[in-house]
């Protein structure tokens, strides 16, 4: 019977034993002068996906033997060990790369039998070179049989074994590079956050955007409304903080001329941490001059559309058990009709913060003091409203009170040119035509930072500098900012963010 070797699941007497025993298999290395981490480089030729697609069968049939292996292409592979086969003078054994896994054939005839014999002390999790040719087992699976074979790297560790896997959350998020070795999946994800963000990329660069980068670093918090981190640069001796957003400095560009802009960087919030939420996460934001938040709606959609297309191959996927259409229309709603539809409740009859506050305990929302009557309709909304957005909504006409860097409605400056995109019950956007009155965000500067006297440790302060750029002049411009992460989860069907941030923010083992 063959003697398969994967990595078993021990004891902690156990453990530590394989442990050592690994480490003195490194030690008789390095006395026999094949130290692995002496190796520089290695020359891959070949990853496993590539060598399986370009197979092709030679003439004279399947079986290996039956052909002259001179006329056979050579291949150099390599990969991490995850599963061997002994069978005397001659083994089987798995290697992983970046593109999967493939199953390689060694004997020592071919490479030897002081390689062989190294080779059988080999341990999983070891990363091995390989130059071979490619044949099809009798079994039909494409194989490299080896040539020469070299030992890149001693894992002195033990993988998680492989019938049960790494499953446990809290250690899959702590040591993300095991959970990348042993769970496929978790890989394929991140392959396609990659795609992702290069379609949302290709996508605004066919639209003449150009991709620019703002400080991280801020000396005022601004842009959004969050509880920012602070931080103290020792030279100027003051504090600064991790921006929450990217939207002043790229407002500052549309006012310097560059007509269309985007980023698509890190952002740090002091906030709670829940399956949606991360204190840092990836934001995309784009301005672009002469449009409106109907420009921005048109811009979110289509990009959506184009990136779940070209990576999924689709414009219909699934998010859980439920078929999120994209390809249709999305849906557009003001969000005093959504609440009217959703609670009954018609806010536009709603005069005074008195029959607001009535409202809201008639309904059992609560509310601070400080909440104006915009807040208390954003309140209902959240209620009563934001689960029930399953398909594609943009959901427009904010009030001012929560909108302080959004244009007034003209025909009713009690609310804003701005919208918001939920998907799945959850915000994927967010929207403005964007303020350009520099008194008019002066007033509404000031009404923050009050707030943010009275306590709220998420109202902005005022920045002096971008008033200054308002006043300089700002052309009529539509911004919007997305979530990339939420983004990702949406198009993987991935219910935490944890699972799409390669190494999402933990708490200390010790604490």
Known sequence: M?????????????????????RNKLEDLKKAGKNPFEITKFDVTHYSQGVIDSYVEPE?????????????????VAGRIMLKRIMGKA??????????????????NDVGAEAYQDFKTYDIGDIVGIKGTVFKTKTSEITVKTKEIVLLCKSLQLLPEKRHGLKDLDTRYRQR???????????????????????????????????????????IAGGASARPFITHHNTLDIDMYLRIA???????????????????????????????????????????????????MDITEGMIRHVCNVVNGTGKIMFGDVEIDLD???????????VLEYSGVDFSKVKTLDEARALAKEHHIEYEERHAIGDILN??????????????????????????????????????????????????????????????????????AALKAAGDDEACDVDNDFLNALEIGMPPTGGMGMGIDRLVMLLTNTRSIRDVLLFPTMKPIDK
Not at 397 to 402: E, G, T, Y
């Open 2 to 22: 063959d003697n398969i070797i994967e990595a078993p699941e021990f004891t902690t007497e156990e453990l530590n034993e394989m442990l050592q025993i690994r």
């Open 60 to 76: 004279g049939g399947e079986e290996h033997g039956e052909v002259d292996e001179s006329t056979l292409p050579v291949v150099s």
């Open 91 to 108: 083994s089987f054994f798995h290697i992983q790369d970046k593109d999967g896994k493939i199953q390689v054939y060694i004997r020592s």
């Open 177 to 219: 590079y095991v959970d990348l070795i042993v769970n496929p999946e978790v890989r394929d994800v991140f392959v396609k956050r990659s795609q992702i963000i290069k379609e949302v990329r290709n996508y605004l660069d066919n639209r003449a955007f150009i991709e620019v980068e703002t400080p991280v670093l801020h000396g």
């Open 246 to 296: 990217l939207e002043l400095h790229l407002k500052r560009l549309i006012v310097g001329g560059l007509d269309r802009v985007y980023e698509i960087g890190r952002v740090f919030r002091n906030e709670g941490m829940d399956p949606k939420h991360n204190p840092e996460f990836t934001l995309l934001e784009l301005y672009q001059a002469h449009t409106d938040y109907n420009g921005m």
């Open 328 to 338: 249709k229309p999305f849906k557009r709603v003001t969000m005093s009709g959504a």
């Open 379 to 448: 309140l209902f909304f959240e209620e009563y409203v934001e689960k029930q957005l399953i398909q594609p909504t943009f959901v427009m006409n904010h009030p001012v009170d929560i909108s302080p860097l959004a244009k007034r409605m003209p025909e009713n400056p009690d609310y804003t040119e701005r919208f918001e995109l939920f998907i799945v019950g959850s915000e994927f956007a967010n929207a403005f035509s964007e303020l350009n009155d520099p008194i008019d965000q002066r007033e509404r500067f000031e009404r923050q």
